[in-house]
């Protein structure tokens, strides 16, 4: 190495913070301090990484500046900081330091979908990773799933039992290499393998890829581990299989998930608009859901019963990539890729009865009997449960729906630091956040708290969140309702650690988790539309309009209450309409109306007593009693099926007029019986949509204005949001008139942010 005249060096100590953990970024560091001619060190320490350097001035410099704008694909940094202080050595070259002992918050990276250098290998026959189903590098590639502890080393991950073999171990010490320091490298000489069981759990003879897709094409189910879960997987282009997973998994009417191998593939089925074949690429590989073409329910019977999204996801691991490669006839190279592929699989979560996914090898075959045919497996073993994270792509941008793998740990980044706070969701899509710092760390998607199973996973998630954080809690942040699990396991925590508690407002939260991923630090006008929440006046509210100001919430507008009949009220859209009826003076209507439905008579007496029937001003209640109105979903199979099924009829019906005068605005509150008026007597159930969103949009937008003075910020939260004619429309006619909505990107903006929004309250409270 040539060293620059050591007269004119300086010396710098750097010190850097983000995820750099197993991501190679020491590696990285090397190979450029080597190209500027610098000297020092690197190596992780308990805050992330630390650098010391020695050179000409302006290289020194350059490094800083390159640090800031360029790193590997994994690696976030969120500052790179210049420390003054004493330095411990200058030497005549640049090393990799081994690690510091001691305590360490740094946190691991997210899981990431092979690379196409790690493709190039797998799919060369003369290299010696040909086919091998663990192909990774510090690039690519599982993290979070299999990090039991910090520092991230292949010791404290599930690759323990893998030891290198030599010839991986010399190419980690290729510092100029990609799989320099790879912590996961592996090979089919020193890494896990794959093996195929019947559904007895007997081995199946051959190679277990071949033997599984040969499985598939006879219609057969089989349960594949994947990164974060097992997954059932089917033909999806076999109406009989997809109706034999259906009835197994007990899935009822909820869609399932296809895997196509490329963007290519998806074309058969879906519309791609600009920038959606990228997005489907990238490396966190969410499910996408896509607009569906005419044809799409013909060639993939049974997948998505009759909704106007399909919900596409190509390959992230390379198991799955091999079942594609065996299914085009194991050619060598990448060309096939970027070419359509004919095979197309149903992938979905395997999990029954709303328990969480299965991770574990003989918890598949004891959970899963009787539900599939065979287990493809394989020795690597999933230290934490995470589901596949769902999308939506819009004008808007891309939008999350369910936050899993590929995002799971990133922290969303908050506008100041302060003292650790555990926040811990609500009952529905429940996830969990702990703040280190300025950071806000989200948990995967736990799902709903309905059961011991669900339960359980949420107590581990919140114990492996604070262990691999080495946080402390000073403050824990709750839901209003008492009666969750989540905020009984907040109650207890805190009183068991000593630590003072706060229950924030459902609404509140949405906002607030709104407010923190987009890091606006001034009062706000929010717009909380969801299913139903408990409100601070002990009723369920859903359609709100409040005036946040960090920890403080004023409700200054909502939507006028509809009655609730019966239990599960919220998820029965006849019993919904029939509440609009007799809000309507047409409660004599609801038996005719309805004489398929078993309690129409019972249900019309008890409105017109009005006892036992508790009011909400959910929006979600009222767009499910418009598709009841409108003969849409009488009864919903799955949360959400009537509001999707209303959307997509009126995003293919196309643009209407408003309907004049079907609203008025009244202290606050927002009255919608005249366009309920309107929808009762509608023959067109696809014109219907079409007016009742147009109208709703409208009616939102005035009743918004009536309080926001021009050139407000309003900020759009609850599961409402997700619906893209709505949150379309607003955008459009808040804009038009001086306004500007902000929505959540990063975070669902249904309750799986919900954990984020109390966090930021909390801290908020904690400022004063």
């Not at 926001?708 to 409402?720: K, R, Y």
């Not at 619906?723 to 607003?730: P, Y």
């Amino acid at each position: 190495m040539q060293i620059p005249d050591k007269l004119n060096n300086v010396c710098q100590r750097i010190r850097l913070s983000g995820v750099a953990q197993g991501v190679g970024f020491r590696p990285y560091i090397w190979r450029l301090a080597k190209e500027l001619l610098l000297t020092g060190w690197v190596k992780k320490d308990a805050h992330g990484v630390e650098i010391e350097v020695c050179g000409a001035a302006e290289q020194v410099q350059s490094l800083i500046e390159r640090l800031r704008v360029d790193a590997p694909v994994a690696a976030r940094i969120d500052s790179v900081k210049a420390l003054d202080g004493p330095l411990e050595c200058v030497s005549d070259d640049f090393y990799i330091l081994n690690n510091r002992g001691g305590r360490f918050p740094a946190m691991v990276g997210h899981d990431l979908a092979v690379c196409r250098d790690c493709l190039t290998e797998m799919f060369d026959p003369a290299n010696r990773r040909w086919r091998y189903a663990f192909a990774g590098c510090s690039h690519c590639g599982p993290r979070y799933t299999i990090t039991r502890a910090l520092p991230f080393a292949r010791e404290r991950t599930s690759l323990k039992g893998h030891a290198p073999c030599a010839k991986c171990q010399s190419e980690t010490r290729r510092k100029e290499g990609r799989h320099s320091k790879d912590e996961v490298i592996c090979c089919p000489k020193c890494g896990p393998q794959l093996a195929l069981l019947d559904a007895d759990g007997q081995p199946l003879p051959g190679d277990p890829i071949t033997q599984a897709l040969a499985l598939v094409k006879q219609g057969k189910i089989i349960a594949i581990k994947g990164m974060g879960g097992f997954h059932l997987a089917c033909d999806a282009r076999n109406a009989g299989a997809v109706a034999v997973l259906r009835e197994r998994k007990q899935r009822d009417e909820r869609p399932f998930a296809v895997m196509l191998a490329n963007a290519a593939s998806a074309s058969t089925f879906v519309q791609l608009n600009l920038g959606e074949p990228g997005l489907l690429a990238m490396s966190e590989r969410p499910i996408i859901l896509l607009k569906k073409r005419p044809n799409c329910d013909s060639v993939l019977p049974g997948v998505t019963n009759g909704l106007s999204w399909l919900g596409v996801m190509i390959p992230s691991t390379p198991l799955q990539y091999l079942l594609f490669h065996e299914a085009a006839g194991r050619p060598q190279g990448l060309g096939w890729l970027d070419r359509p592929q004919k095979l197309a699989l149903v992938m979905t979560g395997a999990d029954s009865g709303g328990e969480p996914l299965v991770i574990g090898d003989k918890e598949a075959l004891m959970r899963l009997s009787g539900v599939a045919d065979a287990f493809l497996l394989h020795e690597r073993e999933i230290v934490s449960r995470c589901d596949d994270s769902i999308a939506r792509s819009g004008p808007g941008g891309l939008q999350l729906v369910r936050r899993g793998r590929g995002y799971t740990p990133q922290p969303i980044k908050l506008p100041r630091s302060g003292p650790p706070v555990l926040a811990v969701g609500g009952w529905f899509k429940n996830t969990v956040c702990v703040t280190r710092g300025d950071e806000a760390f989200v948990s995967q998607h736990i799902g709903d708290l309905d059961n011991a199973a669900a339960c359980d996973f949420f107590d581990s998630t919140v114990s492996r969140l604070l262990k691999l954080l080495d946080i402390k809690p000073a403050f824990v942040a709750h839901d209003l309702d008492r009666s969750f699990h989540s905020t009984r396991y907040a109650l207890d925590f805190a009183l068991q650690k000593g630590v003072p508690s706060l229950a924030v407002q459902h609404h509140h939260a949405h906002t607030a988790a709104v407010l923190a991923e987009h890091r606006i630090d001034t009062p706000v006008i929010g717009l909380s539309l969801d299913g139903i929440g408990l409100g601070t006046d002990g009723r369920g509210w859903g359609g709100e309009l409040l005036r946040v100001d960090g920890a403080r919430m004023e409700r200054i507008g909502h939507i006028a209450p509809i009655q609730l009949v019966g239990e599960h009220a919220l998820r029965v859209p006849w019993r919904l309409a029939a509440a609009v009826l007799q809000q309507l003076g047409r409660g004599q209507e609801i038996e005719q109306r309805f004489p398929g439905q078993r309690g129409a008579a019972a249900v019309a007496k008890t409105l017109l007593r009005g006892v036992k029937c508790p009011e909400t001003s959910s929006l979600g209640c009222y767009i499910n009693a418009a598709a009841g109105l409108l003969g849409v979903k009488p009864v919903m199979a799955f949360d959400g099926q009537a509001s999707e099924l209303l959307e997509g009829m009126a995003d293919r019906y196309g643009d209407i007029l408003p309907l004049n005068g079907a609203w008025t605005i009244q202290d606050g509150c927002l009255d919608l019986r005249e366009l309920y008026a309107v929808l009762a007597d509608e023959k067109v159930p696809e014109r219907g949509a079409a007016i009742f969103h147009a109208t709703l949009v409208a009616a939102l937008a005035d009743w918004i204005c009536a309080v926001a003075p021009s050139g407000s910020t309003i900020v759009g939260s609850g599961g409402c949001f997700l619906n893209q004619v709505i949150a379309r429309g607003l955008r459009s006619r808040l804009g038009s008139r001086g306004l500007s909505l902000i929505e959540a990107r990063k975070l669902p903006p249904n309750d799986g942010g919900l954990s984020v929004g109390q966090a930021w309250v909390a801290l908020k409270y904690l400022q004063g």
